[in-house]
């Protein structure tokens, strides 16, 4: 709920607090489905092969540490940072809130979309990484690497591809973006060379000793979660593609007129002026509520050119 001093407030709150709030809910709520959904659907892929034994993939305080550190904050910044356009841009086109009133950013094809994606990421990285380790591989020190290696490189390969998907759909890249994504990636790696040393100082983590030393040390892995995210993220690319260049939607084409606007303000020209509330109140009236009745859309507009004398008088 929100509360508004004056009715005039209602314009920017809506056109543009409005907007960005519903396409950050449309992609968070979906994401914090598919990251789950790409992770614990592997364990059934597993048990295929285990027959259902009950055996996991993962070791126990990695899987439990899934949500709590390695991806739990790209989600924080798809929801809090992400905006599509600009305000002043939304100002200049209220009609950008037409998706909004009529829900296409998120509905049941659209979830149904992010269940079958994590669906096929699951199972590519899967059987992908199990399938290349099905004939057991030798490190340097001869050892055969066992169950635990072929989970902890699925693992990671799970890991990298769900913060780049975080990547894929961040359309507001800040700093603190790039240290939510890079870093959630950098953290799994981090605590691998940790965790793997915990046993015996600590009575946790017998699984996990020395793996770091047996990852790190063959090429198998760095191709595992390359390869991995790479063939799951190509789809993605190729459909975020094809739609902005051969069907692009009316935001798609605000943001190519911002990218242009941007450019040209580096050469020294300014094409597009600073939307003000009268400005913004007029094109909603016409684009986005055409059903108003004149006095109401009459009294928006007043309200507006107060809100300019307002401003007028405190600069003077």
Not at 210 to 227: A, E, I, K, R
Request: with cysteine; proline share 4%.
């Amino acid at each position: 709920d929100y509360a508004i001093a004056q009715f005039r407030f209602l314009v920017r709150l809506l056109l543009v607090h409005g907007a960005w709030n519903y396409n950050r809910l449309s992609k968070l709520v979906p994401y914090c489905f598919y990251k789950n959904i790409t992770l614990y659907l592997i364990s059934f892929w597993f048990a295929i092969y285990n027959g259902f034994s009950g055996q996991p993939i993962f070791e126990r305080w990695t899987l439990a540490l899934y949500n709590v550190i390695f991806t739990s904050i790209p989600p924080f910044v798809l929801g809090l940072f992400d905006q599509d356009i600009t305000a002043n841009g939304r100002l200049h086109k209220p009609s950008l809130y037409i998706p909004s009133q009529s829900g296409k950013g998120f509905n049941t094809k659209v979830f149904w979309m992010w269940i079958g994606m994590a669906m096929f990421h699951s199972a590519t990285l899967f059987f992908i990484i199990f399938y290349g380790l099905q004939h057991e591989s030798a490190v340097a020190n001869g050892q055969v690497v066992g169950m635990w290696y072929i989970g902890s490189t699925i693992y990671a390969a799970t890991v990298i591809t769900v913060s780049l998907k975080a990547a894929v759909e961040s359309e507001y890249w800040t700093w603190v973006t790039h240290v939510a994504i890079w870093g959630s990636i950098a953290s799994w790696f981090i605590f691998l060379a940790t965790y793997s040393h915990f046993w015996p100082t600590f009575p946790v983590g017998v699984e996990m000793f020395g793996l770091d030393y047996v990852l790190y040390s063959t090429f198998v892995f760095y191709l595992s979660f390359m390869l991995g995210p790479g063939i799951c993220m190509l789809p993605d690319l190729i459909w975020k593609s094809f739609k902005h260049t051969l069907r692009p939607s009316e935001v798609d084409n605000a943001k190519k007129e911002e990218k242009e606007e941007k450019r040209m303000k580096s050469r020294g020209y300014n094409r597009i002026e600073q939307a003000t509330p009268e400005t913004a109140v007029e094109r909603a009236c016409k684009q986005c509520c055409p059903f108003l009745t004149s006095s109401v859309q009459v009294q928006l507009k007043t309200n507006a050119n107060d809100f300019e004398m307002q401003n007028l008088q405190k600069k003077n």
